[in-house]
């Protein structure tokens, strides 16, 4: 199967979601979310997540996860991912309390396409009570359903085009047809060798030649189809006026910052969270908006 038939097969009775003036997304992706050990990549930047997180909860936003959002290549046990991480657990949950939360799959966490994994490893989490020795489990996400890809339906203007969501991974044949062998080799080979600086050159987040061709793979995907597709994987963000086609919301693994996409008033914009330092030297998670915002209403 070609990379284009791959990325079609992801929308096949894909879940759809309304956008319109009255509707606001958060997208984000890539968080890679692991076990607290050297290897993860996630907890650098824990705290901006969970800044940005209660930022959109409080503001309102749809949380949209598009894929890799757990490091399960590198770790067997998700269930130790959200004991490790339970705080940002907590508050993904409280999205799902409220409807306001909708999760991909990509290439490192693809076991969750299977609901059978899903219900046995991410219905609770640990709850400290009083003291930290007693936990106590409560719902995360009952009835959850991940998913290969989301349509946002555009209904604001007559012939607008819908936005394309998907993770990115089917573009490359070692990440989506053969993620079992990549897998294989992350966990076994190049994690023990990522703790002395050797990286992956399978992955389109670290190879900057894959990078570039999984990046044209979706641009002419896009291109050839007339949608707006948005996706993550390579963590490369991406928003230009100049490129109405492909969008991409970056990373949660960026040294510094987080990256996402922000959709309000049918606009996006691409916006970085980092740690900055007030006058009298007290830490703040700052939000700053690096491109847009770009219309979503534009026809071609």
């Excluded at 399978?202 to 999984?214: E, G, H």
């Amino acid at each position: 199967m070609s990379y284009y038939s791959r990325l079609n097969k992801s929308f096949e009775g894909a879940l759809r979601l309304p956008l319109n003036n009255c509707t606001k997304y958060v997208l984000i992706s890539d968080c890679h979310r692991g076990t607290g050990s050297s290897n993860d990549n996630f907890l650098k930047n824990q705290n901006l997540y969970t800044a940005a997180l209660q930022y959109y909860y409080r503001m309102g936003y749809t949380y949209i996860e598009l894929g890799d959002g757990d490091e399960l290549w590198e770790n067997r046990s998700m269930e130790q991912i959200i004991e490790t991480h339970s705080n940002i657990f907590r508050l993904l949950s409280r999205f799902h309390e409220q409807g306001r939360l909708h999760m991909l799959y990509g290439n490192h966490d693809i076991v969750k396409k299977d609901s059978r994994y899903t219900a046995r490893s991410c219905t609770t989490y640990p709850r400290c009570c009083g003291s930290n020795a007693y936990l106590e489990r409560r719902p995360l996400f009952p009835d959850i359903r991940f998913h290969a890809g989301i349509i946002l339906e555009n209904t604001s203007v007559p012939y607008s085009r819908n936005v394309y969501l998907t993770h990115g991974h089917q573009a490359d044949l070692f990440n989506s047809t053969f993620w079992r062998f990549s897998r294989f080799l992350v966990r076994y080979f190049w994690k023990p060798l990522e703790r002395y600086g050797v990286l992956d050159p399978t992955s389109a987040a670290k190879n900057y030649t894959r990078k570039q061709k999984t990046e044209e793979r979706l641009h002419h995907w896009a291109r050839q189809e007339n949608h707006i597709l948005i996706t993550g994987h390579t963590h490369r963000p991406t928003l230009s006026e100049d490129d109405p086609y492909y969008y991409n919301s970056g990373s949660c693994v960026h040294p510094f910052c987080i990256t996402c996409l922000e959709i309000e008033y049918m606009q996006i914009r691409l916006v970085k969270w980092t740690l900055e330092v007030r006058p009298d030297m007290s830490l703040y998670a700052a939000r700053e908006v690096l491109a847009g915002p770009t219309s979503l209403n534009k026809t071609f």
